[in-house]
């Protein structure tokens, strides 16, 4: 079936320091979406990606859709406490499966100041 | 506007014992959903539905059922509760299922553990 998968898995990284994680799909996606999920909370859509190779920014985040509409990546610059949390990736189902969306199992970011 | 809320935020059972959890959603929406979240293990979805009166299941729906009786609310139960089921439970809706409708909306999450 369809899978969505995401590296890695846990990240800690310094106050300032860039982060990255990746997303990669079994299948071409129509469009990929973000979710960030703070400590003890639940995800918050960060945003969508629709055309191949779109790129857009908020603020210190930076999301890529690849050519292919394959995989997807998040990069974080000169990460800030606040950016503490689980990052993950979903891609929405087909056909049959219209109307999920396939999460892959995030990335947890820890900064240290 | 409330957004998605769920019913309770806690919860004791021990092993064998049922609940429902409730789910709420006040923005007309016609997707909803049930996943549970254990560590390292991400959101795995448990049951959908693409609107009232109907249901689907999900990657690991064993164990639970569902009913969306009304457009609004979206019901999980636990018929014999097991320790396995320990979990968040997080419901989330969505306006649709393309393009920007397919933007998912969640709950704050019901911890439940089961002894």
């Known amino acids: 079936g369809q899978q969505v998968m995401q590296i890695p898995q846990y990240q800690h990284v310094q106050e300032g320091e860039d982060f990255t994680t990746y997303c990669n799909s079994s299948t071409t996606l129509s469009n990929i979406q973000w979710y960030k999920q703070r400590p003890g909370g639940h995800p918050v859509f960060l945003i969508q990606l629709v055309k191949s190779g779109e790129v857009k920014k908020q603020k210190r985040l930076t999301f890529q859709f690849g050519e292919a509409k394959k995989n997807s990546s998040l990069h974080i610059t000169a990460t800030q406490t606040t950016d503490v949390g689980t990052y993950f990736c979903a891609g929405p189902g087909r056909g049959s499966t219209l109307g999920r969306l396939y999460f892959g199992r995030g990335t947890q970011l820890t900064v240290w100041p | 506007n409330a957004g998605v809320t769920q019913t309770p935020k806690f919860r004791v059972l021990k092993t064998g014992q049922s609940m429902t959890l409730l789910c709420a959603q006040d923005m007309n929406h016609e997707y909803m959903y049930w996943y549970r979240q254990d560590p390292g293990m991400g959101l795995r979805l448990i049951h959908y539905s693409v609107g009232e009166g109907t249901t689907a299941k999900g990657e690991v729906p064993d164990g639970y059922n569902v009913s969306r009786l009304k457009k609004q609310n979206f019901l999980l139960g636990l018929e014999s509760a097991a320790p396995s089921q320990t979990s968040v439970y997080f419901c989330?809706?969505?306006?649709?299922?393309?393009?920007?409708?397919?933007?998912?909306?969640f709950g704050p999450g019901t911890r439940l553990t089961v002894l």
């Open positions: 989330a809706s969505s306006r649709g299922a393309v393009g920007s409708y397919n933007e998912q909306f």
